[in-house]
């Protein structure tokens, strides 16, 4: 990637007991990095154009959420704490929160049904929130909310939908996810199933390294 022209970022896992990383290539002669922090289960970052310095900045959330299925709280706690500290970041650059470009993407174990993805979509998750398939365990006692307009790059593409993200056998979901602000336009989307995987597969196999698909996006700021 450094031939190609990218910086990266990857985080610390040196005495982690979790011992995957988060990894954030940026075109470095386009982009230049302003900040970063390791967090838990996330890597933040911030970069601005440097054809333009004072041009909006765009701020990175770098996930792999938590994977056991009944710890659907650290998943919470994971993307709460990383919106906090890129608002906290945002506002100590004196911009109002509309002139911030955020991308929040990666593997985040959840559906569009659970209190993460709707944290993320809908800005807020009400208090007393129950994961579907863990009634008994409230998510959270008090509303939460963050001040982003963020939505689901591929959803906003109405003309098709993610048949999956993560295919297992028995097992095909959507569960990694990339989304954008609202001052950012998406130019166009990845379908890299397309001829290449269809429902019934299971993944890896001998054409496919992973069990997960990759996710790609063009956004225009």
């Known amino acids: 990637m450094a031939e190609l022209g990218y910086g990266a970022v990857v ?20 982009l230049e990095m ?8 996330t890597l933040l970052t ?11 900045t765009i701020f990175v959330v770098n996930s792999h959420l938590e994977g056991h299925p009944y710890k659907p709280h650290e998943r919470f706690n994971q993307v709460k704490s990383a919106l906090s500290r890129v608002s906290v970041r945002q506002a100590a650059l ?17 559906t569009r049904s659970d209190g993460v993805y709707r944290l993320l979509y809908r800005g807020r998750l009400e208090g007393g929130w129950t994961e579907r398939y863990l009634p008994e365990r409230v998510l959270t006692q008090q509303t939460v909310s963050h001040p982003f307009a963020l939505r ?13 993200t993560r295919a297992v056998p028995g097992n095909a979901c959507v569960i990694d996810y990339i989304f954008i602000s609202e001052s950012a336009r998406v ?35």
């Not at 985080?11 to 470095?28: E, H, K, P, W």
């Not at 911030?46 to 909006?56: E, K, L, N, Q, V």
């Not at 004196?94 to 959840?110: E, R």
């Not at 290449?196 to 992973?210: D, I």
Request: charged residues 20%; aromatic residues 10%; hydrophobic residues 40%.
């Open 152 to 164: 689901d790059a591929y959803t906003s593409c109405a003309a098709f939908a993610l048949p999956f």
């Open 46 to 56: 911030s970069f601005r154009m440097r054809s333009a310095p004072d041009s909006r």
């Open 34 to 41: 302003t900040w970063s922090e390791d967090r838990s289960r």
């Open 94 to 110: 004196n911009q109002a929160t509309a002139d911030a470009h955020v991308v929040l993407l990666g593997d985040l174990n959840s």
């Open 187 to 221: 130019a166009a989307v990845l379908q890299y199933w397309r001829g290449a995987a269809g429902t019934g597969v299971a993944l890896p196999n001998g054409r496919h390294p992973s069990d997960h698909i990759p996710l790609g996006v063009v956004i225009d700021v």
């Open 11 to 30: 985080q610390d896992r040196s005495g982690s007991l979790f011992s995957i990383a988060n990894a954030t290539f940026f075109r470095a002669a386009k």
